[in-house]
T-cell receptor
Framework: GEQVEQRPPHLSVREGDSAIIICTYT??????FSWYKQEAGAGLQLLMS?????DRKEEQGLTVLLNKKDKRLSLNLTAAHPGDSAVYFC??????????FGTGTSLLVDP | EAAVTQSPRNKVTVTGGNVTLSCRQT?????MYWYRQDTGHGLRLIHY???????QIGDVPDGYKATRTTQEDFFLLLELASPSQTSLYFC?????????????FGEGSKLTVL
């Protein structure tokens, strides 16, 4: 089955710096890619999603890059602020009825 | 915004105990999911359903049963709880299935098995 690796597990940046999180996946049929944010004590919330025909998507200070050749997905927070401190998960699907999640990245943004 | 409500939010039981986690969604979504979240593993799918009376096996189903009684309600049952089932459990729903990536999550149920 699909295997998703996510790194780094922990990331600390200063306010205004960029933060990059990377996921790699194994199934070449993977067609749907998404990023979720989990704030302390809460469930996950969808940040952004892309289909496999999209290489780059930008929204509200977030950039998602998809490299299908290398089976790599990344999330770039271009100018992080303390409110971005949370745990981030990538999640992928091969167009079936379930998502496979990465192991999570705990991001801390220092003011 | 989809509303997914889980109960209880916290539960402590002993080994061999019987536990039911409840989930209700109020947005007429067809798909519902139960995940467990553990450090180093991310979220792992236990069971899911695409409608009342339907049940599909996820990736880590051993020791768990589930039942979808209505479109709104999805239950996770641990009939003989073990310490390895100590975890944070999330219910999620989706209108079109996970192939759209848009799952709406509840706030989680923390289960401790002593």
């Amino acid at each position: 089955g699909e295997q998703v690796e996510q790194r780094p597990p922990h990331l600390s940046v200063r306010e205004g710096d960029s933060a990059i999180i990377i996921c790699t996946y194994t199934d070449s049929a993977t067609a749907y890619f998404s990023w979720y944010k989990q704030e302390a004590g809460a469930g996950l919330q969808l940040l952004m999603s892309v289909l496999s025909n999209v290489d780059r998507k930008e929204e509200q200070g977030l950039t998602v890059l998809l490299n299908k050749k290398d089976k790599r997905l990344s999330l770039n927070l271009t100018a992080a602020h303390p409110g971005d401190s949370a745990v981030y998960f990538c999640a992928v699907s091969n167009m079936g009825y379930k998502l496979t999640f990465g192991t999570g990245t705990s991001l801390l943004v220092d003011p | 915004e989809a509303a997914v409500t889980q109960s209880p939010r916290n539960k402590v039981t002993v080994t061999g105990g019987n536990v039911t986690l409840s989930c209700r969604q109020t947005n007429s979504h067809n798909y519902m999911y139960w995940y467990r979240q553990d450090t180093g593993h991310g979220l792992r799918l236990i069971h899911y359903s695409y409608g009342a009376g339907n049940l599909q096996i996820g990736d880590v189903p051993d020791g768990y049963k589930a039942t979808r009684t209505t479109q709104e309600d999805f239950f996770l049952l641990l009939e003989l709880a073990s310490p390895s089932q100590t975890s944070l459990y999330f219910c999620a729903s989706s209108g079109q299935g996970a192939n759209t990536g848009q799952l709406y999550f509840g706030e989680g149920s923390k289960l401790t098995v002593l």
